[in-house]
């Protein structure tokens, strides 16, 4: 029954990650009682991940630098300057406008490979794309965010490695000993149930992070949904961008650096930015979990005509 249940989560995952961002945000006493185990469930979320990854596949994206290295330029410099000219172009200033342009210099958020997986793209990209910027995003971001805003940005080498051998580092390990204790041929029956499991997780962490986000609603409704209504824009324009910019590469690859490009690790901003960040430019990156979670539901059935599962 249990594994019949998860198989269902995996296959109704758009609808669940959706469902559980308004969840969260309607219903503040459960987002409260989830907020302090985000970083459990995206330990947990990484290690279901890489137990679905097909390590040949990562290791075959490696063997083609051009394309990693494009793609890491890509997003962790090309799309912030990108984001920058549009912002100065169109005259559009203050607070919300910062937080768009920080936004952008972003790493490709943790839950990139579940969210690929979940909407029939390529995971193991996606895997390769978010390990390489967190990695690289203390060389790129503050200097950044200085030169384009003159913003202080925070982050540390030694607090970002930290950080990510939590992330990554630790269900690497488990992920490697459970292949070895239960062996491919026994996990491949599981597959759908490990998907369903990630879903899970990754609901979890949506009801968790929406914790404040309806007294603020309540309060200046307009900045609110101003606020998502911007998040949307720049996580689906990134994505276009990306996908457009990608295309030599081949339609399937274009569109799983669009997703990617448009879904970017607010979480790692929340958790590293002082409080005298301001409390506009930090509610933004609260508010670019909308787009996140409802992309799946949104953009599955466009993916589904652009490039059949396989």
């Keep these: 029954m249990l594994r019949r249940a998860l198989e269902f989560c995996a296959y109704r995952g758009a609808a ?7 969840v969260g945000l309607f219903v503040p006493p459960l987002a409260r009682a989830f907020r302090f185990i ?9 290690t279901l991940v890489l137990l679905r990854v097909d390590f040949g596949a990562v290791f075959g994206y490696l063997r083609r630098p051009t394309l990693v290295l494009a793609l890491l330029a890509w997003l962790m410099l090309a799309c912030p300057v990108l984001v920058s000219a549009v912002v ?15 936004m952008a210099t972003g790493c490709a958020a943790t839950s990139a490979p579940a969210f690929a997986r979940l909407v029939g793209l390529d995971p193991q990209l996606s895997l390769v794309a978010s390990v390489l910027s967190t990695l690289v995003i203390p060389f790129t971001a503050p200097p950044l965010a200085l030169g ?5 940005l925070p982050l540390t080498i030694g607090g970002l490695s930290a950080r ?3 992330v990554v580092g630790v269900p690497l390990l488990i992920s490697l000993a459970v292949r070895r204790i239960a062996g491919e041929g026994r996990l491949s029956p599981y597959g759908r149930a490990i998907d369903g499991a990630a879903v899970l997780l990754v609901s979890l962490y949506g009801l968790g992070v929406m914790d404040g986000i309806l007294a603020t609603l309540v309060d200046r409704p307009g900045y609110v949904l101003g606020g998502i209504a911007l998040a949307f824009l720049g996580n689906f324009g990134l994505n276009a961008a990306t996908a457009a910019a990608f295309l030599p590469f081949g339609r399937r690859i274009a569109l799983a650096t669009g997703l990617l490009s448009g879904n970017r690790n607010m979480a790692l901003y929340l958790a590293v930015m002082p409080p005298e960040t301001g409390f506009d430019v930090l509610i933004f990156f609260a508010l670019c979990q909308f787009p996140l979670f409802l992309s799946p539901f949104l953009l599955t059935p466009v993916y589904l005509r652009l490039v059949p599962r396989v």
């Design 16 to 22: 669940l990650l959706a469902a559980s961002i308004f």
């Design 38 to 46: 985000i970083t459990p469930t995206v330990v947990g979320l990484m």
């Design 88 to 102: 100065r172009v169109t005259g559009f200033e203050g607070p919300l406008a910062t937080a768009l342009v920080i």
């Design 148 to 152: 384009l805003l003159g913003v202080a």
């Design 164 to 166: 990510l051998a939590l």
